[in-house]
């Protein structure tokens, strides 16, 4: 009797226990949702100054309108009957009607913060010279076209690399001291070279001298016809950005993830399962695997920003059409908008990703408390 | 008291391990009995091999082992002779549980206290999950814990709890033989004193066996029925508890004896000048000779073990063949 009644106000108390910790994970969220956004807003309106110069760029483009306008003007046969004075207030008034269509005579810092807010709310609005494949010249449209391939080729090669370095890394982790360890710890240095610099030789030794896979791009020129052999061509291009990427990261990624496995597993309490009989895979997975899950979360998620993001350079070598080498393309032609769009994407992205990790932590380690509301 | 069965016999185990300066001999040669439902203290200094003894009987070797021989009965069976699958298996906490030295640290921080209890019985005993819980519930009265704190994760547990939880662990497969390695080591007095009376609890209800390594040689006087006394790597001394804190025979166990206050005699504390020997490369003759004060020519050869009869035993020169002080 005094046993069911104990039950029946322990099931309360959890009941209890897990409303109140329903209330903390929302105000958490919301808390960390609004930190977040701020954090944003204070990157994309630097992302805007910087894009602008300043408001520098505001001048470049006042004097290219003037100059663009003056040889306009020379070349028209009408101005020839003019005078002097009228031409000159012609061109003034030209350039002024130009400079007031582009909002260019209020001041910048009115304007940034327009630009801020239409960054924000993803209102991307028109590049100044990039043009969309189809001929847009919608931002939206330029980055939604750049977009997929880096997801593709990113995606692809940073889950191959992120998985094969943490499978690598427990094995090499099981069999410390062995050549196969030694031989990794090697290695590793070589991982100082970023994945371009591989995929230069990649290229050289596969496409230029032995002529197996394209130099770069994404699909044969011209693309096949059906959708079967675009994705096999598509493929195929993407096996040495791919090849180069794990390259240049595998070795050094499988030797800290070793490392971090070993000082794992010198724990107390994997020592303490061994002695409770525990087999060797079950230590693995229950005391080894799972009190690092936080850790390696954490670095799951920063890879997929990092993938998100893609490599500016490495994107160039391979001619790999996407969002790392447009910025490349925007950065040389001072494109701002465009340049200010792929910063608030990123931006948005990494900050929705921290997000989650923030959430995931607090799931997977109990020590991490949410709400910071002390003890349960 | 003699009539009871032998738990657990070990005879000239040897436990040394690599390392780049040579060999560790951190335990040579060490035999001892002990009878079922007697509680063994193995007391010595830091550094004098009883973990490694611990260790050896409970085969949790590092890698850099170098030696492990000799042979260690336990229950009538040598399961030095079983491989690492069937130890695992037939010994490792279904009869021989440990309490590691360590053992704040040894509960798994991100799993619930009662999954990590109920884990070696449902590996070791065909038994459901409830009737492992139920199991469990009671083995964390005997240690006094509530039972709600089963559903805690172990950072919500101060340290002395956490060594109880360790200890109901060790208790709930009823295991034969339990080793306690300094379990109230990283207490407070007050913890110390609360886990040795918890500890007392057991033996009195738990009709188990104990091997206490300490080097609070008055905590083991609360538990134990035998007293070890090690020292560098050697099992110097074994005798019953009911002699040994009025008449220990090594020197070395004289002068462990000397440095321990006592609460009823006003004594003055002594305390041994130099250090224990190197384990790489220990001194040929009696490890305790450079420190001995009753050091004579024959302590440049090893001592043999000579029975004193009880069961005690002790090394050392003065007591060889006779059995009586040759040299007081």
């Known amino acids: 009797m005094q046993n069911i009644e104990t039950a029946q106000g322990q099931s309360t108390v959890k009941r209890q226990r897990r409303m109140s910790s329903l209330n903390r994970v929302l105000k958490y969220v919301l808390v960390r949702g609004l930190t977040l956004l701020v954090t944003v807003t204070i990157g994309v309106y630097l992302a805007i100054l910087i894009a602008n110069g300043g408001g520098y760029v505001d001048e470049m483009r006042k004097g290219q309108i003037r100059e663009s306008i003056s040889i306009q003007m020379a070349g028209n046969p009408e101005n020839a009957f003019l005078t002097l004075q009228e031409r000159r207030e012609l061109e003034e008034s030209m350039v002024n009607t130009q400079i007031q269509q582009l909002g260019l005579h209020r001041p910048f810092a009115v304007r940034s913060f327009e630009y801020l807010w239409n960054g924000l709310t993803l209102d991307l609005g028109r590049a100044d010279y990039l043009l969309s494949d189809s001929g847009s010249r919608q931002v939206r449209a330029i980055l939604g076209e750049r977009l997929g391939p880096t997801l593709i080729l990113m995606a692809t090669g940073q889950l191959i690399l992120f998985f094969s370095s943490l499978a690598l890394g427990l094995v090499l982790s099981r069999r410390y001291g062995s050549f196969l360890d030694k031989l990794i710890i090697a290695l590793a240095p070589t991982s100082s070279a970023p994945a371009w610099f591989y995929g230069m030789f990649f290229i050289l030794i596969f496409s230029a001298v032995l002529g197996w896979l394209p130099f770069g791009g994404m699909v044969g020129a011209p693309p096949p016809q059906s959708t079967f052999w675009r994705i096999m061509s598509t493929l195929k291009h993407m096996i040495l950005p791919i090849a180069a990427l794990v390259l240049s990261r595998l070795f050094s990624g499988a030797y800290s993830r070793r490392t971090f496995f070993l000082i794992y597993s010198s724990e107390d309490y994997v020592e303490m399962a061994k002695a409770k009989g525990l087999n060797d895979r079950e230590i693995e997975r229950r005391y080894v695997l799972r009190p690092t899950l936080p850790t390696i979360i954490t670095s799951f998620m920063l890879t997929i920003i990092g993938l998100w993001t893609g490599a500016i350079v490495f994107e160039t070598v391979f001619n790999w059409p996407g969002i790392g080498r447009l910025t490349q393309q925007a950065i040389n032609m001072f494109d701002t908008p465009v340049i200010v769009a792929t910063t608030v994407i990123y931006a948005y992205l990494l900050a929705a990703t921290i997000f989650l990790l923030d959430i995931i932590y607090a799931l997977v380690d109990p020590r991490v408390k949410i709400g910071g509301g002390g003890r349960s | ?328």
Request: proline share 5%; net charge neutral.
């Open chain 2, 1 to 328: 008291m003699s009539d009871k069965k032998v738990m657990l016999d070990v005879k000239n185990l040897k436990l040394y391990f690599r390392t780049q300066s040579g060999p560790v001999q951190a335990v040579d040669d060490v035999s001892f009995q002990l009878k079922a439902g007697h509680t063994l203290a193995v007391v010595g200094e830091s550094g004098c091999g009883k973990t490694s003894l611990a260790k050896a009987v409970l085969r949790l070797l590092p890698r850099n082992i170098m030696t492990y021989s000799g042979s260690i009965v336990f229950d009538g069976v040598d399961i030095m002779k079983y491989d690492d699958e069937r130890f695992r298996r037939e010994i490792r906490w279904s009869n021989i549980a440990s309490v590691p030295q360590a053992s704040m640290n040894s509960l798994n921080p991100v799993v619930r206290i009662e999954d990590q209890l109920i884990e070696p019985l449902l590996i070791h005993e065909k038994i459901s999950r409830q009737q492992a819980r139920t199991r469990v519930a009671e083995v964390f009265e005997i240690v006094g814990l509530p039972v709600d704190f089963l559903q805690r994760y172990p950072f919500e547990l101060s340290g002395g709890m956490r060594q109880r939880a360790i200890i109901a662990m060790a208790l709930a497969s009823n295991p034969k033989l339990v080793v306690l390695d300094e379990p109230s080591s990283a207490l407070d007095l007050l913890s110390q004193a609360n886990l040795m009376n918890v500890l007392k609890k057991i033996k009195q209800e738990i009709n188990t066996t104990f091997i206490l390594i300490t080097h609070d040689i008055g905590t083991a006087s609360e538990l134990a029925d035998e007293i070890a006394v090690m020292y560098a790597g050697k099992m110097v001394e074994y005798a019953s508890a009911q002699y040994f804190y009025t008449d220990a025979h090594h020197p070395y166990s004289q002068k462990l004896m000397a440095s321990v206050p006592t609460l009823r005699e006003d004594k003055e504390l002594e305390f041994i000048p130099g250090q224990p020997p190197s384990l790489i490369n220990p001194p040929t003759g009696c490890r305790f000779a450079a420190r001995c004060e009753k050091k004579f020519e024959k302590c440049s050869m090893q001592p043999n073990t000579t029975h004193l009869g009880n069961g005690a035993t002790v090394q050392c020169w003065l007591f060889d063949e006779t059995g009586e002080v040759k040299h007081a």
